[in-house]
């Protein structure tokens, strides 16, 4: 506890000299800034998710905990399948917060939106997906890529860049000449049905998030081979982000989201795969409780989650490089236009 407690003053120190990612409408506090009696009515808060996967463990946790209505909210989930129908749903108002990759705010912001997306929370730290080949590869290595057509989801969204820098960085080379040993990086499939797509004959390989891939697994369709995050290393994968504008009007709405998801950080970090999935299985009563305790311990494996809401400058500048390398970029986002980490260091501070 003291090593936490001196880090994060540390942290909050730094910010202060710096002026990274701060809102002035909401103080550094203590306490949980809104917190109502069960009688009264809870705030409804939409949450609009990039897809339903138990990469997002600590969001189910905190659903299934009750610490959102601890935190006097109401939340909803729509499923939106891929950043790009997220981002539209939160810019359309249909819901108020977005679970997606910060790419999506990248974009929108450096392409002139006058009310754009902020990223107060992350939640994962590198990529969820698992590579799934057709014929069972024990000794698979990234370099076996070449020559191979992987339906890889849609482009300019980050499985598919991240796919794509990992492929690259194993010295395969990415383009639709398989023959000669070019990687085929397929982005016609859409993102919610790749899975049927490889199961119905499409691509050697297919990256696919759980419990997907599990399932196709069992299907006897495709078999794991690795893990994308394990290889790709650190990145922003997934945030929660809010309209500037509904940040402005709504802070203590979005500090109470924030401690809630903290709260489900802190748990997952704290337990073992099998007590988080026996508390995460009313989200995903497709699977058994043995698979999906081994589908948590996947994402343990290879340190998925954050284990809290702080979003640093150098994740952030390591996607725009992914991003830049995709070819997706040509304008970066100033780290403090996009990111505002001041939610993230009250719901800590709540903590100490």
Not at 113 to 127: E, M, V
Not at 131 to 147: C, M, T
Not at 195 to 209: K, N, Q, S, W
């Amino acid at each position: 506890m003291k090593l936490k407690r001196t880090l994060l003053y540390t942290l909050i120190t730094s910010m202060a000299i710096v002026g990274v990612g701060c809102t002035p409408d909401v103080a550094p506090q203590t306490t949980t800034e809104v917190s109502q009696d069960a009688e009264e009515e809870l705030i409804v808060v939409n949450i609009a998710e990039v897809t339903h996967s138990v990469f997002y463990a600590p969001q189910y946790v905190a659903i299934e905990n009750g610490y959102f209505e601890e935190e006097g909210l109401e939340v909803t989930l729509l499923g939106a399948q891929g950043a790009d129908k997220t981002m539209a749903s939160l810019l359309s108002g249909e819901v108020q917060v977005g679970l997606m990759g910060p790419e999506a705010s990248i974009y929108v912001y450096t392409q002139g939106s006058p009310d754009y997306a902020i990223n107060f929370a992350q939640l994962t730290k590198r990529d969820g997906s698992f590579l799934l080949s057709r014929v069972e590869e024990p000794d698979f290595k990234f370099s076996d890529l070449s020559g191979a057509d992987i339906l890889g989801g849609r482009k300019g969204g980050v499985p598919f860049m991240t796919l794509e820098y990992v492929v690259q960085h194993n010295g395969v080379k990415i383009g639709e000449d398989v023959a000669s040993g070019e990687a085929n990086v397929r982005s016609d499939i859409a993102f919610d049905v790749m899975a049927g797509a490889f199961i119905g004959g499409e691509g050697d390989y297919v990256t696919l998030f759980e419990p997907l891939a599990t399932q196709v697994e069992q299907s006897g369709a495709g078999y794991i081979v690795a893990s994308i995050g394990a290889e790709s290393g650190e990145i922003p994968y997934t945030a929660y982000s809010a309209l500037d504008s509904y940040i402005e009007d709504n802070p203590k709405v979005i500090q109470s989201f924030t401690n809630a998801i903290y709260k489900g950080q802190q748990f997952v970090a704290e337990n073992d795969a099998s007590t988080i999935a026996e508390v995460i299985s009313p989200q995903f009563t497709e699977l058994s409780i043995e698979d999906l305790t081994t589908v948590v311990q996947r994402y343990k494996d290879i340190d998925a989650w954050n284990s809290d809401p702080f979003m640093t400058e150098q994740s952030l500048d390591m996607l725009m490089n992914v991003m830049e390398i995709a070819g997706e970029l040509d304008v970066r986002a100033p780290f403090d236009a996009i990111v505002d980490n001041q939610f993230a260091i009250n719901a800590m501070l709540d903590d100490l």
